[in-house]
């Protein structure tokens, strides 16, 4: 019996036939993929943008310093207020407290708290 596969050539990889020049040159050490000229053009259009890439860095520099600084001075006022809201409930404190109205009360306005005999009560 005689057994034909059809399929087997589908199965085999075609292979590119070079040519013993192409075999046999080798790529230099400081060949350039692309070739020179590629790369001087490449070349040329970085130099042309560093200008601008460098300006646009010193902007955003100094716009994060001067961000910096104001944050800075922010936090150094948010404190200066703390400090001065603290001293001022101090001194509410201390004027709301008892003893101190019963005594700017009775220097002021001439009212001292009634003692207990002088209250009756009416009905």
Do not use: C
Request: net charge positive; glycine share 6%; charged share 20%.
């Amino acid at each position: 019996m005689n057994f034909h596969n059809i399929t087997q050539g589908s199965y085999l990889r075609t292979v590119t036939s070079l040519g013993v020049r192409q075999q046999l040159q080798s790529r230099g050490v400081f060949d350039l993929p692309g070739g020179l000229i590629l790369w001087k053009a490449v070349g040329r259009i970085v130099l042309s943008m560093l200008p601008f890439i460098l300006a646009a860095n010193m902007f955003l520099a100094s716009t994060v310093d001067d961000v910096e600084r104001s944050l800075i001075a922010i936090d150094n006022q948010r404190h200066e207020l703390m400090d001065k809201n603290i001293g001022l409930l101090a001194k509410r404190a201390r004027l709301y407290a008892p003893e101190r109205v019963s005594l700017m009360a009775a220097d002021k306005l001439s009212l001292y708290a009634a003692s207990p005999g002088q209250i009756e009560r009416i009905n």
